[in-house]
Structure formats: structure tokens, C-alpha cells
């Protein structure tokens, strides 16, 4: 075979995800929150991006209408009639002001004694602008009130304030300022003994005594080793540690696994007295600290609103109240091009440019996704709405995406951390997909997330004396059509956090 060379031409295919197609991935799949975040640091750094706070799109021209037709600037006081209306005030005499007075001059200005000053504007407003005073008692509105709401206070500056009255010693009062900076968020003391003492320079023994010592400060609880000390701790404080409450304490373990009759022997109590000691031990706190925890809760912010219709159906509104609007201004690029520029600003202002409009136009696209996929989940699940979670069908990605002709991909991103409002409530986009269950009967499929709710219900209203078990559940399931095994039955049960049979029977028999 003669080696030379030749030319040949090839042609192929391959998907390449321009940046603005990443843009756009990026934006469908954020939460509500997150993209908010994102649309002001764009802000920030385009210099073509701007906010539209007008109501409405309507732009800041735009004037409240008055009943007569007029509009508000119209029938506003030019500058010059104010200007006479503050020089006519200004030069009044005292003679005037008393007579449209009910007291005379001297009642109301008691600051000039009786003699008649002129009035200089500006003094009046330097004296108007003086420093705030802090002085309650004089009733006036020239103080901050915010000076004077009290701070959150966080657990170790709670300790720090009662440190002095339990330790004195210079010494321990040292060791106890390092405990308390040791001491987690739900106030437990999760230290090396052996490597704390060499640390600071004492025994062990001193070490326990200081924290012994501080144990008995505010919250009661505080600074135990563990979940069996806490609670030891609190019943002290009530004097209620007798010996069989320190039994009931030393093996808890039982009580979470409801071994109710070991618990008895050992504790030597008859079914009602342990039946109170453990509504005692529920009226602790196990994590006493937790009380100091400042953490900001983030609040769920619907995405979409379902409200009912006239017709009887449903209509899915966007929710655009939190998100910024934002507009890109034109008119800024055609006022900076025109000046002189070089190569790299001009290469700055055209991506400036280029990415405002494509952020404006992903931002429509993803309101648009959105509600296209919400509408479909909604007509899907009309019947949950109507009825309740029983009647959640069973529904997965294809499904949604075949009805609305976009890829699986795609619904997935925009139902990830998605949340819709819903007249039973606020739920999770994801909420609405689940596995289908075989009917009994040949009929339709039922949702994994309504078979799960009937177990609840069931075990729910199960009489204490006759406790379901998982194959007592399987047999009524299949009598109202549902083909399930038993394992799957324990299996929800167990995602639902609710114990065995076994378990429900001590239980219920104790509270009985």
C-alpha cells in the first residue's frame, strides 16, 4: 500500500453548551432565594443592568390620578407661593400668633420671657439639627429607641454573667471561663478531661470540682457530659431524683426501645408510678442550651400560587413580588458609545451589553418553564387538590415532559427546590412525583405517597387493645386495592418514624 497524502472531508454532530445556554441551566435550576442573590451581584457588576422599582412596570413618570382628573403635581404650590407662605409665617407678628392662639405668647414660648425676638430660619435649623438627646423624661421624639432595645444575649454571655456568684478564686474562675468556651450550642460539655487539666495546669480533680460548681448555673443543665447527666441535673434542681428515678435515668436506653417491663423490675415501681415518672422525664429539657440559639430560620418562598378558579378549576400565578425586575438601559450604551474608547473598553461594554440581554431574556425563559411545568403538575394532580393527599396519583418525570414536550432533564432542574402554595398548603415541586403501587384489583396505580398516608391513618386510629401489625396492614391495604408487600409496608413505616408493633403495644398499654 503506497503511503501519500490526500485530502477527505468529515462531518459529525456533537451538542456544545454555549455560555448562554449555561446561563440559562444555571438560573432554572436556582431556588427563589439563591436567585435573588444572584440577580444583585449581577447588578452590581453590569453596568447596563438597572432595577425597575416602579409598581407595575409603570415607569416613574407616572402620577397617582386625582378624582377631579387633575393629577397631584398640578395641583401642587409652585416655589414661589411657598416661598411667600414661609415668609409670611416667618414675619408674623406675636399679635397675630396670639390671636389664633387660645393662651397668650408668653404660655406657649416660655423659653423668651415674655420679649418678642425675631426668628432667624437659619439658626432654627441648625438648632433643629443639633445632637439627639438620650433624655426619656423629656417626652420628645429626639432620642434613637432603637439605642434602647435590648441586644440577643447568646448562652456563653449568660454563663459569663452568673460566673461570679458560684466561683471566686481567681484560679477557678479562669478554668471556668475556658469551660464555658467549651460548651456546644445545646450547652453540653464535650471535653477530654485528661487533655483540659494538662492544658490548663490542673488536676482532675480540681477540674471536676470547678465544674461541679458551675453546673448549678442558669439554664439547669448546662455543662453535663452527656444526655444522662443533663437530665440528672434537672431532676436534682426538683428534688426528684429519688433512687428509682436515678434507675429510670441510668438505663433510658430501655425507655427509647419501650422495654417497659425490665424497666419496672428495675426500678421497683408498680404501671403507675412508672407511667408518671415517665411523664417527668418528658417534661425535661435534653438540650438546655438550645434556647440561646440565634440562628436565622430561612423562610420557604413559593415560586408559583394555585388558586382556585370560577369554573371550578385551577389557575397557577407565578410569584413575582420578591424577585427584582430588571431592565437593560439602552440608552446608557448609546451615550457611552459614542465617545472615544480603545479596543479592550469597547470589548467591555459589547459583553457588558451581550450578557444584560441574555440574563433579561433567561429570566423570562425561566418564568415561563416554570409555569408550564406547574400548570401540568396542577392538572395532574387536580385530584389531590379537590380531595386530599389520598388521592395523589402516581406521576414521574416523563410523564410531565412528554405533556408539555421538554426533556426529563429540564422538568427535573425546574422542580428542584421549587415550592408551590397550594390551598392544603405549601409543598415541594419534587412532592407531587412518586412511584406508582400495583393495584389489587386490576385498576389504577396508587401513589407511594398516599399509601404511606393510609398507613398513617390506620395506625393512627388502631385500637390499643388491638394493635396492627405490618401484616395485619398489608391484608386491609389489599382490601382496598392496594398490592403491596410487607416489607414495603415496614419500610414506610419506619420512613414515617413510627415503631413497630411491638413497640406501640408497651406504649399504648403504659398511657392506657
Not at 449555561?22 to 457588576?45: F, G, R, Y
Not at 400668633?97 to 416660655?110: G, T
Not at 471535653?191 to 494538662?198: A, G, T
Request: charged share 25%; net charge negative; proline share 4%.
Amino acid at each position: 500500500m503506497a503511503i501519500g497524502p490526500r485530502l477527505e472531508f468529515r462531518q459529525s454532530q456533537q451538542l456544545v453548551m454555549t455560555p448562554q445556554l449555561m446561563q440559562a441551566i444555571k438560573l432554572l435550576q436556582l431556588s427563589n432565594v439563591d436567585l435573588i442573590a444572584h440577580i444583585n451581584n449581577e447588578l452590581e457588576s453590569n453596568p447596563f443592568l438597572e432595577q425597575d422599582d416602579s409598581p407595575d412596570g409603570a415607569g416613574p413618570a407616572a402620577e397617582p390620578s386625582r378624582s377631579d382628573g387633575s393629577t397631584e403635581h398640578e395641583n401642587a404650590p409652585t416655589d414661589a407661593q411657598e416661598g411667600d407662605w414661609l415668609s409670611n409665617e416667618l414675619q408674623a407678628t406675636p399679635e397675630a400668633i396670639s390671636s389664633k392662639l387660645d393662651s397668650e405668647l408668653s404660655n406657649v414660648f416660655s423659653d423668651d420671657n415674655g420679649e418678642n425676638q425675631p426668628i432667624d430660619p437659619v439658626q432654627q435649623k441648625a438648632e433643629n439639627w443639633q445632637a439627639p438627646s438620650h433624655n426619656m423624661s423629656s417626652g420628645g421624639s429626639d432620642y434613637n429607641l432603637e439605642a434602647f432595645v435590648a441586644a440577643e444575649v447568646s448562652l456563653s454571655e449568660h454563663l459569663q454573667e452568673q460566673l461570679g456568684f458560684v466561683v471566686s478564686d481567681p484560679a477557678d474562675l479562669l478554668v471556668a471561663r475556658q469551660l464555658i468556651d467549651c460548651i456546644d450550642e445545646n450547652g453540653y460539655l464535650r471535653i477530654d478531661s485528661e487533655e483540659i487539666s494538662h492544658r490548663l495546669g490542673v488536676t482532675e480533680s480540681d477540674l471536676d470540682r470547678v465544674i461541679s460548681r458551675i453546673q448549678g448555673l442558669d439554664p439547669v443543665g448546662v455543662f453535663a457530659r452527656d444526655l444522662i447527666e443533663c437530665l440528672k441535673l434537672q431532676l436534682i434542681e426538683k428534688n426528684r431524683y429519688d433512687p428509682a428515678m436515678q434507675a429510670l435515668v441510668e438505663n433510658i436506653e430501655l425507655l427509647a426501645h419501650h422495654d417497659l417491663v425490665k424497666l419496672k423490675r428495675l426500678c421497683k415501681v408498680d404501671d403507675e408510678d412508672l407511667k408518671d415518672m415517665i411523664l417527668e422525664i418528658k417534661e425535661l429539657n435534653p438540650k438546655p442550651g438550645a434556647a440561646f440559639n440565634t440562628e436565622i430560620t430561612q423562610a420557604i418562598v413559593p415560586d408559583a400560587f394555585v388558586l382556585a378558579a370560577s369554573d371550578g378549576g385551577w389557575t397557577v400565578e407565578l410569584n413575582t413580588e420578591n424577585l427584582p425586575k430588571v431592565l437593560v438601559n439602552q440608552s446608557y450604551y448609546s451615550e457611552i458609545s459614542q465617545g472615544p474608547k480603545n479596543d479592550k473598553e469597547l470589548a467591555y461594554f459589547t459583553d457588558s451589553l451581550q450578557t444584560a440581554n441574555w440574563l433579561v431574556k433567561s429570566l423570562d425563559q425561566r418564568a415561563r418553564t416554570i409555569l408550564k411545568v406547574s400548570s401540568e403538575i396542577v392538572r395532574q394532580q387536580d385530584g389531590f387538590l379537590t380531595y386530599g393527599v389520598q388521592y395523589l396519583r402516581p406521576m414521574n418525570l416523563r410523564v410531565v415532559a412528554d405533556a408539555i414536550g421538554m426533556h426529563e432533564s429540564t422538568v427535573s432542574r425546574v422542580t428542584s427546590n421549587k415550592y408551590i402554595a397550594t390551598p392544603r398548603g405549601i409543598f415541594e415541586l419534587k412532592y407531587f412525583f412518586s412511584a406508582a403501587i400495583a393495584s389489587s384489583e386490576g385498576g389504577e396505580s396508587h401513589s407511594a405517597e398516599s399509601v404511606r398516608y393510609q398507613i398513617k391513618q390506620l395506625i393512627d386510629a388502631e385500637d390499643p387493645k388491638k394493635i396492627l401489625s405490618d401484616d395485619a396492614l398489608v391484608k386491609i391495604l389489599k382490601d382496598d386495592g392496594v398490592d403491596i408487600a410487607r416489607r414495603t409496608v415496614a419500610k414506610y413505616r419506619e420512613a414515617l418514624k413510627i415503631p413497630s408493633s411491638v413497640q406501640r403495644r408497651r406504649e399504648k398499654k403504659l398511657l392506657a
